[in-house]
């Protein structure tokens, strides 16, 4: 890879004539490379989940899940500021395929160790963090800036759909061949991902800045989310939502488990209600939040999920609780789709990556860090009562946050920013 230093910018995203093409091929060149990791993910967890029956192993199967992830971001983002995004994307897919067709040929072989899995998601992580801030910051680069929240509220609608369709792909696979099929399947994907991307011309991008080492990029990301009050508000409230709804929101099943039963259809109709929320909330916001005020989104989404963790914890009846999901799914299209949009209008094309690795680098590390919170506590307190008190908590912040004379100036930043 070759640092992006062209001497001229290609023609602005608006006279592009092509824009929708590329942007649906690449679109379509990433579902079909996030099927196959999908898949992957739902089989490998079930793999050790029947084969160790082991929550220690569980517990590893998460850290090397999440954990390289989280620390390849702190790097990544500089990556996708000085690199071609483009080709940042393939390498990671490709090496990511190269890692999971080599464990497939070991296990083929009758080698099934653990440690060959650990290493290989260990890996797919690692190579993960990589594309999320560079899939990101190259979106703006393709997508008009007034049509970024349409283009973000579609991709957040098919990620939705894959929640549906790839567990019950996962399953077929597995159940009637092997773990082994389910790799081979994802090398496929992600050559047809890697193929489809290489069609897609991506506007060389010129940096403003001048041209510092890479220990001083880092530092200058890490000083303009600092002193960047409105980019430094929305990775706060990430932490915030991912630590006291995202976290909690994993303890549901236990819930329903301990106070409606065990009957596996249950779990079942509880994962179907929160991603068919999604999808349709996704849906929802692609066709129809093209034009409305993108902090205020975010705000009253926040607030939603706040008294939907009160409601989830106040449910006495399984079909309720189940509204309540749906509602939850209905309403992360509507957090998540305007708050990335608003960081890509935002924030310069140049930080855009750096911005992005920050990002990635709170999501890695929120949730886990709530499970070590929640999980435990889960132990000595009914789940009911920890989402109540989740669901206060975060009311309580959000109102904070609006109170503080930093969180109104944050307010106000954005929304010079954002579309009325």
Do not use: C
Not at 111 to 126: K, N, Q, V
Not at 144 to 154: C, E, Q, T
């Amino acid at each position: 890879m070759t640092e992006d230093t062209p001497t001229q910018t290609d023609a602005p995203v608006e006279e592009r004539p092509g824009w929708r093409r590329e942007t649906t091929i690449f679109l379509t060149g990433q579902t079909v490379s996030l099927f196959g990791s999908m898949l992957v993910q739902y089989a490998v967890m079930w793999h050790l989940t029947l084969e160790t029956k082991s929550g220690g192993v569980m517990a590893l199967y998460a850290v090397f899940g999440f954990l390289p992830q989280a620390v390849i971001s702190i790097f990544d983002g500089v990556w996708a500021d000085r690199l071609d995004r483009k080709k940042l994307i393939i390498g990671a897919d490709a090496t990511i395929a190269i890692v999971t067709l080599a464990l497939a040929m070991f296990m083929a072989a009758g080698a099934t160790d653990l440690w060959l899995i650990f290493i290989a998601i260990a890996i797919r992580s690692a190579g993960a963090g990589i594309q999320m801030p560079a899939v990101a910051a190259l979106l703006p680069q393709i997508v008009p800036a007034d049509k970024l929240m349409r283009v973000n509220g579609i991709n957040g609608t098919i990620q939705s759909a894959m929640m549906l369709v790839a567990p019950a792909a996962a399953a077929a696979v597995y159940a009637s061949m092997s773990i082994v099929a389910v790799f081979y399947i994802d090398v496929v994907t992600a050559v047809i991902g890697i193929g489809l991307l290489l069609l897609v011309t991506v506007p060389r991008l010129v940096r403003s800045e001048e041209k510092l080492s890479y220990f001083g990029d880092l530092v200058g990301g890490v000083k303009y989310i600092v002193t960047h009050a409105f980019v430094r508000w929305v990775l706060v409230l990430y932490a915030v939502v991912f630590v006291l709804i995202v976290a909690p929101s994993f303890l549901t099943p236990l819930m329903i488990v301990r106070t409606f039963g065990e009957e596996v259809w249950k779990l079942t109709v509880n994962e179907l209600a929160f991603s068919i929320g999604m999808v349709l909330g996704g849906a929802a916001i692609a066709a129809w939040a093209g034009k409305w005020n993108r902090v205020r989104m975010i705000l009253i989404s926040t607030l939603v999920f706040g008294v939907i963790s009160i409601g989830l914890g106040l449910s006495t009846n399984l079909w309720v609780f189940f509204a309540f999901m749906f509602l939850l799914g209905l309403s992360v299209p509507a957090f998540s789709t305007p708050s990335f949009t608003v960081l890509q209008e935002t924030v310069e094309p140049e930080m855009q990556g750096r911005v992005f690795g920050f990002v990635g680098i709170v999501m890695a590390l929120s949730m886990p860090f709530g499970m070590a919170v929640f999980g435990p506590l889960a132990d000595t307190f009914s789940v009911e009562s920890l989402l109540i008190w989740a669901g206060v908590a975060l009311l309580l912040v959000v109102a904070l946050a609006l109170a503080m004379p930093g969180g109104r100036r944050s307010m106000r930043a954005a929304n010079e920013h954002a579309t009325v």
